[in-house]
Protein backbone atom coordinates (compact mmCIF):
# COMPACT_ATOMS: atom_id res chain seq x y z
CA UNK A 1 0.00 0.00 0.00
CA UNK A 2 1.15 3.42 -0.82
CA UNK A 3 -0.23 7.03 0.67
CA UNK A 4 0.80 9.91 -1.74
CA UNK A 5 0.95 12.35 0.82
CA UNK A 6 2.19 15.88 2.18
CA UNK A 7 3.61 16.71 5.86
CA UNK A 8 1.67 20.22 5.77
CA UNK A 9 -1.35 18.73 4.74
CA UNK A 10 -4.45 17.97 7.28
CA UNK A 11 -5.90 15.97 4.79
CA UNK A 12 -3.15 13.72 4.16
CA UNK A 13 -2.69 14.16 7.92
CA UNK A 14 -5.96 12.19 8.48
CA UNK A 15 -5.04 9.10 6.61
CA UNK A 16 -1.61 9.06 7.79
CA UNK A 17 -2.99 9.10 11.50
CA UNK A 18 -5.61 6.48 11.05
CA UNK A 19 -2.94 4.00 9.13
CA UNK A 20 -0.53 4.43 12.06
CA UNK A 21 -3.80 3.80 14.63
CA UNK A 22 -4.44 0.52 12.68
CA UNK A 23 -1.28 -0.48 12.36
CA UNK A 24 -1.07 -1.58 8.66
CA UNK A 25 1.88 -1.56 6.49
CA UNK A 26 1.70 1.50 3.97
CA UNK A 27 5.05 3.23 1.84
CA UNK A 28 4.68 7.02 2.68
CA UNK A 29 5.43 9.09 -0.75
CA UNK A 30 5.64 12.52 -0.79
CA UNK A 31 4.55 14.78 -3.33
CA UNK A 32 5.96 18.37 -3.62
CA UNK A 33 3.03 20.28 -3.70
CA UNK A 34 5.57 23.37 -3.77
CA UNK A 35 7.44 21.71 -7.18
CA UNK A 36 3.54 21.10 -8.59
CA UNK A 37 4.53 17.61 -8.83
CA UNK A 38 0.33 17.50 -7.92
CA UNK A 39 -0.48 18.61 -11.20
CA UNK A 40 1.78 16.43 -13.18
CA UNK A 41 0.37 14.35 -15.79
CA UNK A 42 2.16 11.22 -14.28
CA UNK A 43 0.10 12.24 -10.55
CA UNK A 44 -2.97 13.56 -12.34
CA UNK A 45 -3.55 9.67 -13.94
CA UNK A 46 -4.02 8.83 -10.04
CA UNK A 47 -5.30 11.77 -9.22
CA UNK A 48 -7.51 14.15 -12.01
CA UNK A 49 -8.12 16.49 -9.15
CA UNK A 50 -4.73 17.22 -8.63
CA UNK A 51 -4.53 16.62 -4.98
CA UNK A 52 -3.31 14.71 -1.70
CA UNK A 53 -3.80 12.26 -0.03
CA UNK A 54 -4.14 9.72 -2.81
CA UNK A 55 -4.15 5.87 -1.28
CA UNK A 56 -3.05 2.87 -4.01
CA UNK A 57 -3.73 -0.13 -2.78
CA UNK A 58 -2.45 -1.94 -5.54
CA UNK A 59 -4.42 -4.65 -8.08
CA UNK A 60 -5.45 -0.73 -9.58
CA UNK A 61 -7.43 -0.16 -6.00
CA UNK A 62 -6.77 3.60 -5.61
CA UNK A 63 -8.33 6.08 -3.73
CA UNK A 64 -8.34 9.60 -3.41
CA UNK A 65 -9.77 12.44 -0.82
CA UNK A 66 -9.17 11.67 2.58
CA UNK A 67 -12.82 10.62 3.88
CA UNK A 68 -12.89 8.05 1.18
CA UNK A 69 -9.73 7.00 2.62
CA UNK A 70 -10.85 6.91 5.76
CA UNK A 71 -14.07 4.66 5.01
CA UNK A 72 -11.91 2.57 2.63
CA UNK A 73 -9.21 1.68 5.16
CA UNK A 74 -11.99 1.03 7.99
CA UNK A 75 -13.97 -1.57 5.91
CA UNK A 76 -10.98 -3.32 4.61
CA UNK A 77 -8.45 -3.24 7.76
CA UNK A 78 -10.06 -2.10 10.69
CA UNK A 79 -11.90 -3.16 13.98
CA UNK A 80 -15.91 -2.81 13.25
CA UNK A 81 -15.98 0.25 16.14
CA UNK A 82 -13.65 2.40 13.39
CA UNK A 83 -16.94 2.66 11.22
CA UNK A 84 -20.35 1.32 12.95
CA UNK A 85 -22.34 -0.80 10.39
CA UNK A 86 -25.19 -0.50 11.73
CA UNK A 87 -27.71 2.36 9.78
CA UNK A 88 -27.78 4.78 12.74
CA UNK A 89 -24.58 3.95 13.52
CA UNK A 90 -22.88 4.79 10.17
CA UNK A 91 -25.03 7.97 9.51
CA UNK A 92 -23.77 9.52 12.73
CA UNK A 93 -19.99 8.88 11.38
CA UNK A 94 -21.09 10.45 8.25
CA UNK A 95 -22.24 13.49 9.65
CA UNK A 96 -19.24 14.28 10.80
CA UNK A 97 -16.92 13.28 8.01
CA UNK A 98 -19.67 15.84 6.13
CA UNK A 99 -18.85 18.37 8.67
CA UNK A 100 -14.83 17.61 7.59
CA UNK A 101 -15.35 17.92 4.16
CA UNK A 102 -17.39 21.16 4.63
CA UNK A 103 -17.31 23.52 7.58
CA UNK A 104 -13.78 22.33 8.84
CA UNK A 105 -12.34 22.87 5.00
CA UNK A 106 -13.99 25.83 4.80
CA UNK A 107 -13.32 26.91 8.36
CA UNK A 108 -9.88 26.12 10.41
CA UNK A 109 -8.25 24.67 7.33
CA UNK A 110 -8.66 27.63 5.19
CA UNK A 111 -7.84 29.65 7.58
CA UNK A 112 -4.38 27.79 8.30
CA UNK A 113 -4.20 27.85 4.08
CA UNK A 114 -4.28 31.82 4.62
CA UNK A 115 -1.02 31.89 7.33
CA UNK A 116 0.65 28.58 6.07
CA UNK A 117 0.32 28.70 2.51
CA UNK A 118 -0.24 32.33 1.70
CA UNK A 119 -3.99 31.63 0.07
CA UNK A 120 -6.18 34.49 -0.38
CA UNK A 121 -9.20 34.31 1.09
CA UNK A 122 -10.83 36.65 3.33
CA UNK A 123 -8.71 35.97 6.80
CA UNK A 124 -12.18 37.08 9.53
CA UNK A 125 -14.34 35.37 7.41
CA UNK A 126 -12.71 31.97 7.88
CA UNK A 127 -11.55 32.35 11.53
CA UNK A 128 -15.11 33.34 11.96
CA UNK A 129 -16.34 30.32 10.67
CA UNK A 130 -13.78 28.39 12.84
CA UNK A 131 -15.09 29.95 15.92
CA UNK A 132 -18.82 29.02 14.69
CA UNK A 133 -17.76 25.37 14.39
CA UNK A 134 -15.64 25.15 17.23
CA UNK A 135 -18.24 26.41 19.38
CA UNK A 136 -20.45 23.64 17.80
CA UNK A 137 -18.02 21.01 18.04
CA UNK A 138 -17.62 21.76 21.49
CA UNK A 139 -21.37 21.61 22.72
CA UNK A 140 -21.53 18.40 20.96
CA UNK A 141 -18.39 17.02 23.50
CA UNK A 142 -20.17 18.80 26.31
CA UNK A 143 -21.81 15.44 26.79
CA UNK A 144 -19.72 12.89 25.12
CA UNK A 145 -15.95 12.01 25.02
CA UNK A 146 -16.22 10.75 21.39
CA UNK A 147 -18.10 13.11 18.28
CA UNK A 148 -20.01 10.16 16.92
CA UNK A 149 -20.12 7.11 19.26
CA UNK A 150 -19.11 6.07 22.75
CA UNK A 151 -16.07 5.31 21.08
CA UNK A 152 -13.57 6.41 18.70
CA UNK A 153 -14.43 6.35 15.30
CA UNK A 154 -13.41 7.66 11.60
CA UNK A 155 -15.09 10.54 12.59
CA UNK A 156 -12.60 11.98 15.19
CA UNK A 157 -9.70 10.74 13.16
CA UNK A 158 -11.51 13.27 10.15
CA UNK A 159 -11.75 16.09 12.52
CA UNK A 160 -9.23 16.05 14.47
CA UNK A 161 -5.94 17.72 12.50
CA UNK A 162 -7.12 20.97 11.51
CA UNK A 163 -8.63 21.71 14.81
CA UNK A 164 -5.64 20.74 16.36
CA UNK A 165 -3.53 22.99 14.04
CA UNK A 166 -6.18 25.87 14.19
CA UNK A 167 -3.64 27.70 16.13
CA UNK A 168 -1.58 28.29 12.95
CA UNK A 169 -4.55 29.93 11.28
CA UNK A 170 -4.77 32.09 13.95
CA UNK A 171 -7.92 30.61 15.39
CA UNK A 172 -8.22 30.21 19.77
CA UNK A 173 -9.03 27.13 19.60
CA UNK A 174 -7.73 26.91 23.74
CA UNK A 175 -10.93 28.51 24.99
CA UNK A 176 -12.84 24.98 23.69
CA UNK A 177 -12.36 22.91 26.55
CA UNK A 178 -14.27 19.89 25.50
CA UNK A 179 -12.62 20.56 22.23
CA UNK A 180 -8.93 20.65 23.97
CA UNK A 181 -10.34 17.65 26.18
CA UNK A 182 -10.73 15.08 23.05
CA UNK A 183 -7.77 16.46 21.13
CA UNK A 184 -5.99 14.80 24.31
CA UNK A 185 -8.10 11.42 24.33
CA UNK A 186 -7.26 11.33 20.35
CA UNK A 187 -3.70 11.95 20.91
CA UNK A 188 -3.68 9.42 23.55
CA UNK A 189 -4.94 6.47 21.72
CA UNK A 190 -2.25 3.60 20.48
CA UNK A 191 -0.56 4.50 17.40
CA UNK A 192 -1.55 8.47 17.73
CA UNK A 193 1.01 10.15 14.85
CA UNK A 194 0.80 13.75 15.05
CA UNK A 195 0.90 16.19 12.61
CA UNK A 196 3.55 17.99 11.79
CA UNK A 197 3.59 21.78 13.40
CA UNK A 198 5.28 25.24 11.89
CA UNK A 199 5.98 27.92 14.22
CA UNK A 200 3.20 30.36 12.66
CA UNK A 201 -0.07 31.89 13.92
CA UNK A 202 -0.71 31.57 17.59
CA UNK A 203 1.31 30.30 19.69
CA UNK A 204 0.49 26.35 20.99
CA UNK A 205 -0.62 26.15 24.63
CA UNK A 206 0.18 22.57 24.89
N1 LIG B 1 -11.54 16.71 -0.57
C1 LIG B 1 -10.13 16.42 -0.59
C2 LIG B 1 -9.36 17.73 -0.42
C3 LIG B 1 -7.86 17.49 -0.47
C4 LIG B 1 -7.07 18.77 -0.52
O1 LIG B 1 -7.62 19.88 -0.45
N2 LIG B 1 -5.74 18.60 -0.58
C5 LIG B 1 -4.86 19.74 -0.68
C6 LIG B 1 -3.74 19.62 0.34
S1 LIG B 1 -4.40 19.91 1.98
C7 LIG B 1 -4.22 19.75 -2.05
O2 LIG B 1 -3.74 18.74 -2.52
N3 LIG B 1 -4.23 20.92 -2.67
C8 LIG B 1 -3.64 21.14 -3.93
C9 LIG B 1 -4.62 21.65 -4.94
O3 LIG B 1 -5.85 21.61 -4.69
O4 LIG B 1 -4.17 22.11 -5.98
C10 LIG B 1 -9.79 15.45 0.53
O5 LIG B 1 -10.56 15.34 1.51
O6 LIG B 1 -8.79 14.73 0.42
Known amino acids: MKLYFH????????ARLFISLIGV???IVEVDLAKGEHKTPAFLAIN???????????HGVIIADSTAILVYLAKKYAEKSWLPEDAAGAAAVQRWLSVASGQIAYGP??????????????????IARAHAILTLIDAELASRQWIAANHPTIADVALYSYIARAPEGNV???RYHNVTAWLARIEALPGFFPFQKTPIGIADAA
Do not use: N
Not at 7 to 14: I, M, T
Not at 109 to 126: H, P, S
Open 7 to 14: PLSGHAHR
Open 25 to 27: DAD
Open 48 to 58: PFGQVPVLDDG
Open 109 to 126: CAARLVTVFGAKFDADEV
Open 172 to 174: DRF
